[in-house]
């Protein structure tokens, strides 16, 4: 199975950056679809970005859509999220998540394993 684990959370003023890292473990992890999913207080979670480790395909929400930049580094079993010009519309948990599909994937449901999450705050 796999084990994922985010960092690089924190807060931010409007219109800075901040670098999200997804640290996994497992034996096939390289196999795996990746995604980034936020949730925000009292708000349903929402999907941020895809990445398919196997064809370098990526997908984004429209509402990040030229802000941020999902990566990966398959030697170090490692995937980011760069998110830049930040909003306080942007504040949220931010979840890693790993689905065993070919493709890249953007229905949270299709997602097996999970990471604890980090939080972005973004102030006015």
């Known amino acids: 199975q796999v084990q994922l684990v985010e960092s690089g959370g924190g807060l931010v003023q409007a219109g800075g950056s901040l670098r999200l890292v997804c640290a996994a473990s497992?034996?096939?992890?390289?196999?795996?679809?990746m995604g980034w999913f936020r949730q925000a207080p009292g708000k349903e979670r929402e999907f941020v970005a895809t990445?398919?480790?196997?064809?370098?395909?990526?997908y984004y929400a429209d509402s990040v859509k030229g802000r941020f930049t999902i990566s990966r580094d398959r030697a170090k079993n490692t995937v980011y999220l760069q998110m830049s010009s930040l909003k306080p519309e942007d504040t949220a948990v931010y979840y890693c998540?790993?689905?065993?599909?070919?493709?890249?994937?953007?229905?949270?449901?299709?997602?097996?394993?999970w990471g604890q999450g980090t939080q972005v705050t973004v102030s006015s």
């Open positions: 497992g034996r096939t992890f390289s196999s795996y679809t």
């Open positions: 990445i398919n480790w196997s064809g370098g395909d990526t």
């Open positions: 998540a790993a689905a065993n599909e070919a493709f890249i994937v953007i229905v949270a449901s299709l997602y097996r394993y």
